[in-house]
């Protein structure tokens, strides 16, 4: 796919640098409009807006659907206001929505005078609803019917209102106050015989989500259930949208992206990592980093406690990364297979003790594991002997790897379901964030083991 | 959701021992098939295997086609073959041929010659394509048709297969040879007038994927289309099947998740955190964490190599879990952006020049900021001006961090993009084994650079 965007692209500019505003449309008549979204994000800001109007209103409707929030705002400041608000007045409402949200709010303030009357109320009611909810999701152009007309009619008015609809598939049954008494597909329609009564052939037992609900709740039940859309119903049971798959593939997609940044310990990027802005980056590691610096002082602190215990021997200092990282390495792993298992609905926090005492029997045995490679290696060691007995290091070794890497699988495992039980994002107990605890945890341990077996 | 399934388990599982397969029935009834699997995996696999036994032969069906791969293959072992082989003939094709794969040997070849010749040689077919491509993803039922009908013969046709279709909201146009020469959707068909001819009306450049292409990049185009099914063609341009929605959902999900477990160092999990068994976690987990503790065990030979200049100055000790830190986590930051980045495709590895220019610009401000709370720690640390000047330790502090922190935002980013450019998996540069290079290196750093400044 991306082949074709590589080799189109050098003509496209050429033809654009030269005003040849047909050359370019020629160009990219047989393209599918993401395959256009796709050049046209890759072209300076200013080729971009050119491009994009050299294309027929209807394809700037397309196109513009397709492209990345950050390059759809700054064609809004480029292109002149009319053809903007012919494009902004055509998109489905959760799009257009979320377009006004992301606008600068001078801009914002230019554009909403321009819109219809029924759209800027729409777009009103829909930024009302709270960040990430079933109701900012949702789009309010779904197909609806009354329960009590024949298939035959039904098809009838489906034909004048699908134009407008972002999905037809799902067709759904309303009584007379919008409450959702049912639903079916087109392809039940299809199938069923004209003379049938959509009351009889709706299927009664709808699954809805609440305008309210999270929108990892809506991607979980589309997923679960396998929908191509879900309705969304508000607090009086009235349908008032529909949430449809590939917006909740969207939500799948921003999810992994943020949970994968948080669980490496920095804030999750709005727009894409070439399109973030240098000092947002910085702020978002930065903030993170050093706060970890802070931690990682205390580390510093309880090392610098104990120099009577290390300050004498070479090989106890040298050990101490080994510790550390073992712990850290161990607690990550716990902390990633519950963190996933958590936002996939394997696990709630009602399986705690389950969990905890299976990591806790991995840490018991990936400890044992350490320990002995790391027995080997003290005993391999060469010099420690001058000191203190071998075997005595190699025991404080062992039972200080043992005792570490088992705390990591415990609190890797338990702080994100704390964190999840308290209603926070598991995902922010970053691997990190884990490792720094488990170093100052490493160390007071370590040097306690050490003292209490080498008698030092 | 899972409330529903919560509050219901425990009636399921009385009526379960007291063998009341109506009263389970009953319970089960109003439930989507979802739900119904939702419960079955909650029960013990024998429970499970009764409830299962208590549903009507068309239920059967549309639960186990929700049930994870390993109860699937846990009830086919406890379900006679019978009413099983119904179940198997049943579902759809992709779904059948992941069931068979999946089956111990043994059980394998007792259930393929139950199987009707056509569905035996299918599964065949399907499981002789490499696992993870457009073949081993794809459906072979779909909906397709002839250029040269009328809208009103193919909305016939399709009321006469649609039963046994994935999904009729896609209908392919193929010739006589089964070359897909056009596409519509079940939309374009009812909108359209009945006397059209399909071959006026259809869309001529359809977007394909080929059989053998990776199911990521199956995937991407499906999201990138919106599509709610992407057609597979054969080398000969020949159409051979579908890749739903749903199917690309499962796909985001696991990638999403594999990614992770290899971030964190282990292994992908095959089937979920619950399910898989003690020691294949003890296995997957326990080989990164040897081999991780190898890689510390070089840096332990690196801190002890440098003996002679920290043994006589205690905060040399102590910083230095400051310094390994700072140089990971920078280091796990770049690695995250840059993996997401070539996962979502904005990002490739043609990129590698701007990317690297901006993380060391990221390393070196990020660097500076660390470096300065560094320094004013070591400033008020209060007895390091007993040996050397304190404003000399603080500038080898700072030095190293800078250092420290840019080198990880470098090989972070880089080695990344090495590993895609080498068509290794990105992922498995993860954030610990970042963290073991950036320890060695940052003693390293450290330990010259103080050398260095404080001539010792």
Redo the contacts between chains.
């Keep these: 796919?991306?082949d074709i965007t590589r080799l189109i692209l050098p003509d496209v500019r050429e033809h654009l640098a030269q005003g040849d505003h047909e050359d370019v449309a020629r160009e990219l008549e047989?393209?599918?409009p993401?395959d256009i979204a796709?050049i046209l994000s890759h072209l300076d800001p200013e080729e971009g807006a050119a491009l994009f109007l050299a294309l027929s209103p209807k394809d700037r409707v397309d196109v513009f659907e397709?492209l990345d929030e950050s390059v759809q705002v700054d064609l809004v400041e480029r292109v002149g206001r009319g053809p903007m608000v012919e494009v902004i007045e055509a998109l489905s409402s959760d799009d257009r929505a979320d377009l006004i949200q992301a606008l600068p709010e001078e801009t914002r303030k230019e554009i909403l005078p321009l819109l219809a009357q029924a759209d800027r109320n729409e777009v009103r009611r829909l930024l009302s609803y709270p960040e990430d909810s079933a109701g900012a999701l949702m789009s309010t152009e779904f197909a609806a019917i009354p329960p009590d007309i024949t298939v035959r009619e039904a098809?009838e008015s489906?034909?004048r209102i699908?134009?407008s609809r972002e999905t037809?598939?799902y067709i759904y049954v309303l009584d007379e106050n919008q409450r959702l008494v049912g639903v079916l597909s087109?392809?039940d329609l299809?199938?069923a015989h004209p003379d049938d009564r959509i009351q009889d052939i709706m299927t009664k037992?709808v699954?809805e989500v609440r305008v309210d609900d999270d929108q990892e709740?809506v991607a979980?039940?589309v997923?679960?259930?396998?929908f191509?859309a879900i309705p969304v119903v508000d607090d009086l049971g009235r349908m008032v949208g529909i949430v449809t798959?590939?917006d909740?593939?969207d939500v799948?997609?921003e999810e992994?992206?943020e949970?994968?940044?948080k669980?490496?310990?920095?804030e999750p990027?709005e727009a894409?990592?070439?399109r973030s802005g240098?000092f947002e980056?910085?702020r978002k590691?930065?903030t993170?980093?050093?706060l970890?610096?802070?931690g990682?002082?205390i580390?510093?602190?309880t090392?610098?406690a104990y120099?009577s215990t290390?300050?004498s021997l070479?090989?106890l200092?040298?050990?101490?990364?080994?510790i550390?990282?073992?712990g850290?390495?161990?607690g990550?792993?716990s902390?990633?297979?519950?963190?996933?298992?958590l936002a996939?609905?394997?696990?709630?926090p009602g399986?705690w003790f389950?969990?905890v005492l299976?990591e806790i029997?991995?840490g018991l045995?990936?400890g044992m594991?350490?320990a002995l490679?790391?027995v080997c290696?003290v005993l391999f060691w060469g010099d420690a002997g001058n000191v203190v007995p071998e075997m005595r290091l190699a025991l404080a070794v062992a039972l200080s790897l043992l005792t570490v890497v088992t705390l990591g699988a415990f609190l890797g495992s338990t702080i994100p379901m704390v964190f999840k039980k308290l209603g926070m994002d598991p995902a922010v107990m970053s691997?990190?964030s884990l490792?720094?605890t488990m170093?100052i945890l490493g160390m007071l341990t370590y040097f306690n083991v050490v003292r209490l077996v080498l008698q030092i």
């Design positions: 796919m991306q047989r393209l599918h993401a796709d397709h098809l489906l034909r699908a134009p037809i598939y087109l392809k299809v199938l037992d699954i709740e979980r039940a997923e679960k259930y396998d191509l798959q590939d909740v593939m799948l997609k992994a992206t949970d994968a940044q669980m490496a310990a920095m990027l894409s990592y070439l240098f980056l910085v590691r930065g993170w980093l050093v970890l610096f802070f990682e002082l580390t510093s602190q090392l610098a120099e290390w300050s070479a090989i200092v040298a050990l101490i990364p080994l550390n990282s073992s850290g390495n161990t990550g792993q902390a990633v297979l519950v963190i996933r298992s996939l609905g394997e696990i709630t399986d389950r969990v299976r029997g991995q045995v990936l594991i350490l490679v790391g290696r691997n990190p490792s720094v170093d």
